[in-house]
T-cell receptor, first 111, second 111 residues
Framework: QKEVEQNSGPLSVPEGAIASLNCTYS??????FFWYRQYSGKSPELIMS????GDKEDGRFTAQLNKASQYVSLLIRDSQPSDSATYLC???????????FGKGNQVVVIP | KAGVTQTPRYLIKTRGQQVTLSCSPI?????VSWYQQTPGQGLQFLFE???????NKGNFPGRFSGRQFSNSRSEMNVSTLELGDSALYLC??????????FGPGTRLTVL
């Protein structure tokens, strides 16, 4: 079982719609969860961090964490063409500073 | 505050050579982590340094090594380069065990 899984293929959404991304993780003791955005040819850029169950909103982005089900999701509201990128889910392991990443989900926002 | 810087940004080497990559963290950040990103494997953790000590290590062969200096700057070295070492090498800094911020990366091509 992979540590962090992002199974969905490329996601195409019309401009103004909601993009929904999901991520599951295997280590039940994980405490810190992150979403990074990576544009083609660039390095990952932090979008959201979430540490406790529930929702966390920041502008058009909402992260949701459910530790019992071991998943974390990201919603992008009012999607813009500038949101077209690969979104990486990252989980920090128990007791260390190592981030385990999913393979990422490519999002394409169609004008 | 200046972000994470990495030098050089691009490198071309041949098999069997060695390479040294450099990372300067955000001012005040004492933790530096290194990751390798390839299209097939995604982002994989190499190692983390904190206060000049290696604190965590990923599953990479001994050809990959690193160090950290007293000013928190870090270097990683890859010896006896193989074609499969071609990748984007990313450095991330954090204060301690918290949010990691990535540098622009070094693109290494091994011919």
């Amino acid at each position: 079982q992979k540590e962090v899984e992002q199974n969905s293929g490329p996601l195409s959404v019309p401009e103004g719609a909601i993009a929904s991304l999901n991520c599951t993780y295997s280590d039940r003791g994980s405490q810190s969860f992150f979403w990074y955005r990576q544009y083609s040819g660039k390095s990952p850029e932090l979008i959201m961090s979430i540490y406790s169950n529930g929702d966390k909103e920041d502008g058009r982005f909402t992260a949701q964490l459910n530790k019992a089900s071991q998943y974390v999701s990201l919603l992008i509201r009012d999607s813009q063409p500038s949101d077209s990128a690969t979104y990486l889910c990252a989980v920090r392991g128990r007791g260390n500073n190592r981030l385990a990443f999913g393979k990422g989900n490519q999002v394409v926002v169609i004008p | 505050k200046a972000g994470v810087t990495q030098t050089p940004r691009y490198l071309i080497k041949t098999r069997g050579q060695q390479v040294t990559l450099s990372c300067s963290p955000i001012s005040g950040h004492r933790s530096v982590s290194w990751y390798q990103q390839t299209p097939g494997q995604g982002l994989q953790f190499l190692f983390e340094y904190f206060s000049e000590t290696q604190r965590n290590k990923g599953n990479f062969p001994g050809r990959f090594s690193g160090r950290q200096f007293s000013n928190s700057r870090s270097e990683m070295n890859v010896s006896t380069l193989e074609l499969g070492d071609s990748a984007l090498y990313l450095c991330a800094s954090s204060v301690n065990t918290d949010t990691q911020y990535f540098g622009p990366g070094t693109r290494l091509t091994v011919l």
